[in-house]
């Protein structure tokens, strides 16, 4: 695509260009602005390029040759001067020449031909930063074949069709609006009560399972993050801190909307001597959080500045991890099939190269979290540096009706916020020690949850999920009354229902019944009177 590009647009500065997890994109400095036609045009001669059977070759030179070569490529001169080592290798195509770390085909014959398409265009910051320029950003898709491309094709449009930003509303469930601020959710009475629903259904699953309900503050001092280590290694994605002059003369500190629950929970532990005796403590919290999420990241509900999340702490013994590793992973896939998901992607992430804590800990910690997944008979992967600091973790992806892949639950351990609040237990022989600490969130954050559970049923929800569940339908002004008492009968038994009596045709209110995907259109008429009965849609 960047050959391509060079031989439409002579002058054309080249930023980066990588494979991502849904096709590819390159950065290009262009002369002038692109337009779909453009796009087209570049396919051609991309089309043109395989056609010649142009030959990649590998070389391997002093970073010094390669910016004489680079000499006219500014950001391909600031990632020469990034790269480690006194060499760099990069390829020749014809007269296209890139960085590149390799291997690849051997020529562009053995791409096929039809079997990618040039997506999008968009804007992008070079190495994403508002203080360097904006380049031209082009998406594209590639496949083994035509029907492979073909086939992803028709799931985009599956999904465009799912898309829970559309759906959001259509079905009347919420929105965002720019006066309030992007990435904060205005829910709607209908998608109130869906929330409610998931929020009820999980506090209930969590305090069968033995968890406690906590609920914390939305602010605290900054003096509180500091100890956490959020001002250090998370700043970036907190709010400004709010300085308030008198608080401040007062207090002596600023305060901070929260970005996460967790020292608070740690706060309700350390509140009262703990005996080995009082262990398991599970804490667990509906809890609102705050993070500054860059706008050009914002996405619906899948990525929001305010949300809450299924948020719960485990503090136990050495011995009593496995146990509760074991618990959660029930726990999360019980919960996860009653909401109707059943194939998931699993990962255990361990321990990355700059870590907190002692090996041994991390040792313990990584086996435990092996134990659990091999106790509950499940595959998974190893990805491998890929846990935080503070701890190794399992990540699991689920699976929507069409296959696409969503990050919801985390199980993580922790040895850093133990250590940093000095908690601690009394153990068996009467001496202080630090519990093991569970980071778990099953849902994750419940605006996300909410969008996948959108997009998994396109809107049409079972009936214990679904906001109303049936519209009761008069045929004629005759029977108003008629419907009013059987929605009266329907709502003393718990149903979640809507008397449709205005002054509209039956076919019209079905037909809207419809759209707004009700379960069930209860249809009554002369006949259902005489009955007392109804007819079921």
């Known amino acids: 695509m960047a050959n391509a590009v060079q031989e439409l647009f002579p002058g054309v500065k080249f930023g980066i260009g990588p494979a991502i997890e849904n096709g590819f994109y390159y950065d290009f400095d262009l002369p002038q602005n692109l337009t779909p036609r453009d796009l087209a045009e570049i396919e051609e001669k991309m089309q043109q390029i395989i056609e010649e059977n142009v030959l990649f070759k590998k070389k391997v030179i002093s970073k010094q040759e390669a910016k004489e070569i680079f000499k006219n490529q500014t950001y391909k001169l600031e990632l020469i001067n990034e790269l480690p080592g006194k060499s760099v290798s990069f390829y020749e195509s014809g007269n296209f020449v890139d960085l590149c770390k390799g291997p690849h085909v051997k020529s562009t014959k053995e791409i096929p031909r039809d079997s990618f398409k040039l997506t999008k265009i968009a804007g992008a910051y070079w190495r994403g930063s508002e203080k360097n320029p904006m380049l031209t950003r082009i998406y594209g898709v590639g496949f083994k074949n035509k029907r492979e491309l073909d086939s992803h094709f028709k799931e985009q449009e599956e999904a465009e069709k799912r898309d829970h930003r559309k759906l959001g509303t259509t079905l009347d469930l919420f929105h965002i609006d720019e006066n309030i601020g992007p990435g904060l959710v205005l829910w709607h009475p ?78 309700i532990y350390k509140s009262d001597a703990r005996s080995y005796r009082d262990l398991p403590l599970r804490y667990t919290e509906l809890g609102t959080v705050y993070r500054y999420e860059k706008s050009g990241v914002l996405h619906g509900l899948a990525r929001v500045r305010s949300f809450t999340q299924d948020d719960a702490h485990i503090f136990c013994t050495p011995e009593q991890l496995n146990n509760e590793l074991v618990s959660v992973l029930k726990l999360t896939f019980k919960i996860l099939k009653d909401f109707g998901f059943k194939n998931y992607d699993i990962y255990l992430s361990t321990r990355p ?179 007392n009965s109804i007819r079921i849609r």
């Open 353 to 531: 190269e700059k870590y907190a804590g002692e090996l041994k800990d991390w040792e313990k910690a990584t086996k435990s979290l092996k134990y659990a997944l091999e106790k509950a008979k499940l595959r998974y992967q190893i990805d491998p540096g890929e846990g935080v600091f503070y701890g190794p973790k399992i990540d699991i992806k689920i699976k929507d009706s069409i296959g696409r892949s969503w990050q919801c639950t985390t199980i993580q351990l922790d040895f850093n916020l133990p250590e940093r609040f000095n908690i601690s237990y009394v153990n068996a022989k009467g001496k202080k020690q630090g519990p093991f600490m569970i980071h778990r969130t099953l849902l994750g954050s419940l605006e996300r949850f909410m969008g996948v559970l959108i997009e998994h049923y396109a809107g049409a929800f079972p009936l214990w999920l679904s906001p109303i569940q049936m519209w009761v339908i008069p045929v004629g002004s005759s029977h108003r009354k008629y419907v009013k008492e059987v929605g009266k009968k329907l709502r003393d038994l718990g149903f979640r229902m809507k008397v449709k009596d205005e002054a509209e045709t039956v076919s019209k209110k079905i037909r809207d019944g419809e759209i707004q995907k009700i379960p069930y259109l209860l249809v009554a008429g002369d006949k259902e009177m005489r009955s």
């Open 190 to 267: 209908k998608g109130a009560i869906l929330k409610k629903i998931v929020e009820d259904y999980a506090i209930e699953e969590y305090i069968k399972s033995g968890y406690l309900p906590v609920s914390t503050p939305h602010i605290a001092k900054l003096n509180l993050w500091r100890i956490s280590g959020h001002t250090d290694f998370y700043k970036e994605n907190m709010f400004p801190a709010m300085h308030l002059k008198e608080i401040a003369r007062e207090e002596n500190d600023d305060y901070q909307i929260k970005p996460m629950n967790c020292p608070f929970h740690i706060m």
